[in-house]
T-cell receptor, first 112, second 112 residues
Framework: ETGVTQTPRHLVMGMTNKKSLKCEQHLGHNAMYWYKQSAKKPLELMFV???????ENNSVPSRFSPECPNSSHLFLHLHTLQPEDSALYLC???????????FGQGTRLTVV | GENVEQHPSTLSVQEGDSAVIKCTYS??????FPWYKQELGKRPQLIID?????GEKKDQRIAVTLNKTAKHFSLHITETQPEDSAVYFC???????????FGSGTKLNVKP
């Protein structure tokens, strides 16, 4: 499938590691999002970028650091994570606002 | 901020029966309500959405209804099939605000 692509699909990292998640969208959208999906919890909005500017930082710990170099790419830099950060991290994109349509397949992160 | 509640958390129906999933929201300014289906191991996919200027929308076997006064909206699936088995998420957002608030999800199991 094309549209929103996330890499890697799976990631296992130690608590002292530094890694990055990548998201790329080929839909011409101008807004991109990071969501965290934990078991038995609602999807949690982490960050929103609109026109490459961060417009939302939903009380996310500083060990998660987003980067949006252009409207097609979004990164989530990870460092000194905790085991409770293990989850599925989903990227999504939309055109303008009010119409969130496309999710990536997610990165399954396990912190050991 | 917005608070979206979704019920039930699990729903089991016989093939051919109807299924109804309900969501309530707290912010009267919310005006866009999408529904997502997430099959096991896959990304959430938009299946239907409704805007606040519409009370009902239908697409083949699925329909969504919205009651703005009561601040609740529902997903209706008729003639359910085993392939409808998935987790369904509702969400609420406002136009011009890049924020989407999700319900906690309903795991639908359609028994053949």
């Amino acid at each position: 499938e094309t549209g929103v692509t996330q890499t890697p699909r799976h990631l296992v990292m130690g608590m002292t590691n530094k890694k990055s998640l990548k998201c790329e969208q080929h839909l011409g959208h101008n807004a991109m999002y990071w969501y965290k999906q934990s078991a038995k919890k609602p999807l949690e909005l982490m960050f929103v970028y609109s026109l490459e500017e961060r417009v939302e930082n939903n009380s996310v710990p500083s060990r998660f650091s987003p980067e949006c170099p252009n409207s097609s790419h979004l990164f989530l830099h990870l460092h000194t994570l905790q085991p409770e950060d293990s989850a599925l991290y989903l990227c999504a994109s939309s055109q303008d606002s009010g119409h969130l349509a496309f999710f990536g397949q997610g990165t399954r992160l396990t912190v050991v | 901020g917005e608070n979206v509640e979704q019920h039930p958390s699990t729903l089991s129906v016989q093939e051919g029966d109807s299924a109804v999933i309900k969501c309530t929201y707290s912010d009267s300014a919310s005006n866009y309500f999408p529904w997502y289906k997430q099959e096991l191991g896959k990304r959430p996919q938009l299946i239907i959405d409704i805007r606040s200027n519409v009370g009902e929308k239908k697409d083949q076997r699925i329909a969504v209804t919205l009651n703005k006064t009561a601040k609740h909206f529902s997903l209706h699936i008729t003639e359910t099939q085993p392939e409808d088995s998935a987790v369904y998420f509702c969400a609420a957002s406002q136009d011009n605000f890049n924020k989407f608030y999700f319900g906690s999800g309903t795991k639908l199991n359609v028994k053949p």
